[in-house]
C-alpha cells in the first residue's frame, strides 16, 4: 500500500524540471525532463527550488506550492499569482523509498540517497547549460537537496554553464568539512553570487539522525559528521554568506507548509534574501537582473552579509 498523496489541485508550476521515473521512489531518468505551461526556452534566468530527503512527488508539490503561498503574501510591492511561474523551476527527484506502510524506517534508505543526490546533480547542470537563454540560475534548496544544489554548482563551476546567483540553503544536510576552505563543495559557496544559509540548533533530524545516516554512505561522507544546517557555517567557509538562525525551527519548518512560528520566520528571511517581485516584474530584461538592481540598492535592503 502506497502513502502518495497529491500536492494541492492549485498547484500548476510553470516550469517543472523531472528526474524521477517515478512519483513515489523509483530511479533516476538518464536526463532532465522539462515540463513548461508556457516559455519553454525563453527564460533568461530561474529559481530552482529543490527539495530534500524523502519526499515523494507529492509531498515535494506540496512543499512548492506553500512556498508561493507564503512568498506571495510577503511580496512588496504586490505580487499575486501566477507571477511567480515566470521566474521558479521546480525540480524533482528519488530521494525516497517505496515501502507504502513501513514509511517509519524509510530513513534507511538515506545513505543510498546521499549517492543518489551526487548522481542527480550533474544530470541537473547538464540541463541548465542546454536552456539556450538561460543567464543567470538561483536556487532554493532544503535537506539533502542543498547537496543536490551545491554539487550542481560545482559541475556548472568546472564545465561552465550559467551563471549562479543567489542560493538559499535551509537546514542543510551536508557535512561541514565539505563546505570549509579546501572541503570539496567549497568552492560552491565561493562560485555564487550570493549564499543564505537558514539553519537551526533544534533540528532533530539533523542532530541525531544525519550524522550516523552520512557514516553509512558510501564514499568520503566522514564520521558522524554535524551539518551545516545545525549551527550554520563555520569562520573559514568562503564565500559571501548570509547565515540566519531560526530559533526553534524544526527540519520541516522551512518551506511553509508548517503552522510553527518558525516557519513564518523563515519565509521572512527568504522573502528578504530575495526580494522576489521587483525582479518577478524584471524576468527577461537584460537591465533587470538581480546584479543590476543589488548594485544600486540602498545598502540597508540587501540584508545581512558575512564576506570571507
Not at 523509498?97 to 546533480?121: H, I, K, S
Not at 559557496?189 to 539553519?199: D, E, M, R, T
Not at 539522525?209 to 563555520?234: I, K, R, V, W, Y
Not at 526580494?275 to 537582473?289: E, L, M, T
Request: aromatic share 10%; glycine share 10%; net charge negative.
Amino acid at each position: 500500500m502506497a502513502r502518495y498523496t497529491p500536492p494541492p489541485d492549485q498547484y500548476h508550476p510553470g516550469l517543472k524540471f523531472q528526474l524521477r521515473q517515478a512519483v513515489e521512489g523509483g530511479d533516476l531518468l538518464a536526463d532532465v525532463l522539462q515540463k513548461s505551461l508556457w516559455d519553454p526556452s525563453g527564460r533568461r534566468e530561474v529559481v530552482v527550488l529543490v527539495h530534500g530527503f524523502n519526499n515523494h512527488e507529492g509531498e515535494a508539490g506540496t512543499a512548492y506550492y506553500y512556498f508561493r503561498d507564503r512568498q506571495y503574501q510577503r511580496a512588496f510591492p504586490t505580487l499575486t499569482p501566477p507571477a511567480f511561474e515566470d521566474i521558479l523551476a521546480d525540480f524533482f527527484w528519488p530521494g525516497d523509498a517505496a515501502w507504502g506502510l513501513f514509511d517509519l524506517v524509510d530513513f534507511l534508505v538515506y545513505p543510498a540517497a546521499v549517492g543518489t543526490a551526487r548522481e542527480a546533480a550533474p544530470r541537473l547542470a547538464r540541463h541548465l547549460r542546454s536552456m539556450p537563454n538561460l543567464l543567470t540560475v538561483h536556487f532554493v534548496g532544503h535537506s539533502l537537496g542543498c547537496r543536490l544544489v551545491l554539487e550542481t554548482i560545482i559541475d556548472l563551476a568546472q564545465n561552465g554553464g550559467p551563471h549562479v546567483g543567489k542560493v538559499c540553503l535551509m537546514a542543510a544536510a551536508v557535512p561541514n568539512f565539505k563546505v570549509k576552505a579546501h572541503g570539496s563543495l567549497a568552492d560552491a559557496l565561493a562560485y555564487a553570487q550570493q549564499v543564505g544559509i537558514l539553519h537551526s540548533d533544534k533540528d532533530p533530524v539533523l542532530r541525531y539522525a544525519f550524522p550516523p545516516g552520512q557514516t553509512l554512505a558510501s564514499g568520503d561522507e566522514g564520521f558522524f559528521p554535524s551539518a551545516l544546517g545545525l549551527h550554520g557555517p563555520s569562520p573559514d567557509v568562503p564565500g559571501k554568506l548570509d547565515p540566519f538562525h531560526i530559533d526553534g525551527a524544526h527540519h520541516g519548518d522551512y518551506w511553509g507548509n508548517s503552522e510553527r512560528a518558525p516557519s513564518e520566520i523563515a519565509a521572512d528571511r527568504i522573502a528578504e534574501f530575495f526580494k522576489f517581485a521587483p525582479w518577478a516584474r524584471s524576468v527577461g530584461n537584460p537591465q533587470g537582473g538581480p546584479e543590476q538592481r543589488e548594485a544600486s540598492a540602498d545598502p540597508r535592503e540587501v540584508g545581512h552579509m558575512r564576506t570571507v
